[in-house]
Structures are given as C-alpha cells and as structure tokens.
C-alpha cells in the first residue's frame, strides 16, 4: 500500500495552496517481497540448527536468489551467501556487483573484492573465507555446510576448495539439500507468478501455431513468435516486470523440433522448412518473477495417420494416469510405478525414454522427480510438469508436458492449451 507522502503547503491570505509534490504511486514489480525472503532465511536457519550447521554456504546462483532475492548473472568472478544462526545475511560479491547487492535489504554484511587476477591478487576464495572469519564461524569446533565445495564453474572460473581456505580449524560438510528441499513447497506468490508465466507460455505458443507454414523453419517461426509474446507481455505487465532467470533469453519463449528427428526427447531445432506429415514437438513458457513454467504439445502437419493416432492415444493415456498419481501423501515412486505399469499393460515399456516429470520453479528442472527413486512425499504446493512420452525410433515423439500444482484433492493443470487430437492437428 501507498505512504501517504503528500505536502501540503501553507496557507496564506486565507487560500488554500495547492500540493506541490508527490510520491509515485507504487506499481505491481513482479518479484517475492522482502518478507517472505526472511521467513526463507528464518526456515533455513531451523534446519541449520536441527543439522548441527553453525554456517551456509551456498554459491549456486538459484539458490543465493532463492533466500536473499538476488538475482544475478553468473561469470567468472565467483559470489557467495553465507547464512549463520543469527545476525543477517552475509555475501561474498565483486566489485562489480557493489551496487546490485544493495538492492537485497537481506543481505547486510557484503564482502566486495577488487577485480581477480589483477597483478595477481588475493583470490576471492580467500575474501570468503575471511568474511567467514568477521561472521564468527571459521573457527576451531565450528561446522560449515555447502552445496558446493567451489564456486560454479562457469567462464573459466578456477580456485582453490572451500576446504583449503578455512583455516581456523572449522569442519566443512555437503549441504545441497538444504535450500533445496525448502523449494518443493512453494508460497501462494510463488504460485501465482507460475500460473501468470502460464498465461504469457500459451501465448507463444499460440502464436507459433499460428505462424506455422510450409516451408519455414522451426528456428524462423520460433524467434518470431517468441519475440511478438515478449512485446505483449512486457507491455502488458507493465514498467514492474524484469525477467530475472530468463537473462539472455525472451521474457516470453516457444520452440519446437520436427520431424523423425522428434524421437530424441531432447532434439535440437534446425533449420529445414516444414513438410506435410512432420511430427511437432514443441514447448512454450515464460520468466514472471523468476518463476516458470513448462507446456508442450505434439501435433502434425497434415491429416495424421493412424499409426500416429494410436502413439497420440497412447501418449494421452499416460499423461492421464501421472495426472490421477499425484495424490497428498503418496510417494513419487508410487505415482511413477503406475505410470511405468500403463506402458506394459499397452505394450509399449520399450518406448519410455525418461521418467515422468519435475518440479519446476525458479529452475526449468527441479527436485524432486516423478520417478521410480525418488521417495519423497507428495505434498500440498508442490509443483510439477507432468509429461510422460512415446519414443518411436522411424516416427517421431509423442510428448504432452503440462505444468501442475499439488492441492489437498490431487494436482491442478496451470497451463490450459488444448490436449485433444483435433487441436493437435495443423492443416495447411
């Protein structure tokens, strides 16, 4: 809600002068507000305490943005938050990123390191282990979790382990887990942008379904669709929205890959034009706030063939019996042994490629996994794709993904594109 900032002036000659300034009316910013990132770091330092932690360490950039909100984009310069029991928050940045972190009230206690290697330099590892040192835990008796051991390798990073830095005698231990298994549930926000990133998801693909032509490819029709959602969504959610995971991406993105080619789950698309008879298999989402979603569909150009439609019905039934698995209090092992037995009883074991869905979030794939390992619990808030395929070598792939919500009665559909047969077919 709006401070009420409005100065009236005084008056004089017994009239009344009018306001000479205001504050801007707030607008919607499209990003989890500071409250909820405390109550994050709040759970967060509960299950340090029951793990025996004294100190976080966590390098991975999702997860640095998970607890503080701060977003960013990962380079060769390494970056850091650190949690301990009490106190704030504390973040290893570079100099680079002096002004960004101050946009994360959370994080109070920043350690800002010159550029590495210039004249061959302290390394940033070695800031951290000092930030460590100014927040009480490196030290002799102390215990240091970590999802990592080192910063991500990404752009030629290279250093030394946390391990060989701390020098005060502290124990350091794996923690991957942590933050991690706080995500399976998300907030009421959290869903909301996921159901918005839907709304902005099915845009794209519309119109890429309505681009398609013979003759163009799938990279042609893909970029223009994607671009012309984009403007729509940026205008539409108004001078608030940042995408804040998509960095170098469209705000708004639809691919697809066609043909036999679509039998590899994981095709890349390429630059042939479009033939009667292509199997299509696409996916569409959007960044709202972080979050995203995942929608594919498998459609065709031309009047499909029967050997077609049985794969499509057989692809339908499966989706259909992952939707019905995913019950409260079941496990995912549970859900995915239902679906693993529909594909032998309709014949077709030799046809499943991977399991059937993820959770989804600030990442495209999360934990936990819809999949005969994973013996977590489903549970209310938990959000999945749900997206059981049939590969046929020779034909092509038949792979509906939709994104879902667990509540008390069983999953929810966010996404809303048609799923029938008739919607799937592109007659041109």
């Excluded at 929205?241 to 691919?255: E, F, K, S």
């Excluded at 869905?357 to 934990?367: K, Q, T, V």
Aim: aromatic fraction near 8%; include cysteine.
């Amino acid at each position: 809600m709006a401070s009420d900032t409005e100065t009236m002036a005084t008056k004089g000659d017994g009239a009344a002068e009018s306001a000479t300034s205001h504050a801007a009316t707030p607008t919607i910013q499209w990003q989890i507000e500071q409250p909820e990132y405390d109550a994050r770091v709040a759970r967060v330092r509960e299950e340090m305490e029951a793990r025996g932690l004294d100190a976080l360490v966590l390098y991975h950039p999702l997860r640095m943005a998970y607890i503080s909100g701060f977003f960013h984009v990962s380079t060769e310069r390494p970056m850091a938050i650190v949690v301990t029991l009490s106190g704030g928050l504390g973040a290893l940045i570079p100099m680079l990123e002096r002004e960004h972190i101050a946009k994360s009230p959370g994080v109070d206690r920043p350690k800002v390191y010159p550029e590495y290697p210039t004249g061959g330099g302290k390394h940033p590892q070695y800031h951290l282990a000092d930030l460590l040192g100014e927040m009480g835990v490196n030290r002799a008796g102390a215990t240091i979790g970590c999802d990592g051991l080192n910063y991500i390798d990404a752009n030629g990073y290279d250093g030394p382990l946390l391990t060989e830095v701390v020098d005060g005698g502290a124990t350091v231990t794996r923690a991957r887990d942590l933050v991690d298994k706080l995500r399976y549930i998300k907030s009421e926000t959290e869903l909301l942008f996921i159901r918005e990133s839907c709304v902005w998801g099915n845009l794209a693909h519309r119109l890429m379904q309505e681009k398609l032509a013979l003759g163009r490819s799938p990279m042609d029709i893909s970029h223009e669709a994607a671009t012309e959602a984009s403007r729509t969504m940026i205008a539409a959610l108004g001078p608030g929205y940042q995408p804040l995971t998509n960095h170098w991406g469209m705000p708004a993105t639809v691919m697809f890959h066609a043909g036999r080619s679509t039998s590899l789950p994981h095709g890349l698309p390429d630059a042939p034009g479009l033939r009667r008879g292509d199997i299509l298999v696409t996916g569409a989402g959007s960044d709202v706030g972080g979050y995203n979603s995942e929608l594919e569909r498998t459609m065709i150009i031309g009047e499909p063939t029967p050997e077609f439609e049985r794969h499509f019905g057989y692809m339908m039934l499966l989706q259909q019996a992952a939707f019905d698995a995913l019950v409260p209090g079941r496990t995912l092992a549970e859900a995915e042994a239902d679906v693993v037995a529909l594909y032998a009883e309709l014949g077709i074991g030799e046809t499943q490629r991977h399991h059937s869905g993820h959770a989804i979030g600030l990442d495209f794939h999360e934990p936990p996994f819809i999949d005969l390992g994973d013996e977590t619990v489903i549970a209310p808030g938990m959000c999945f794709t749900v997206e059981p395929g049939v590969y046929v070598p020779g034909l092509g792939g038949f792979r509906h993904s939709d994104t879902v919500v667990i509540r008390d009665f069983g999953s929810e559909r966010f996404t809303f594109y048609p799923r029938d047969l008739e919607s799937m077919i592109v007659r041109l």
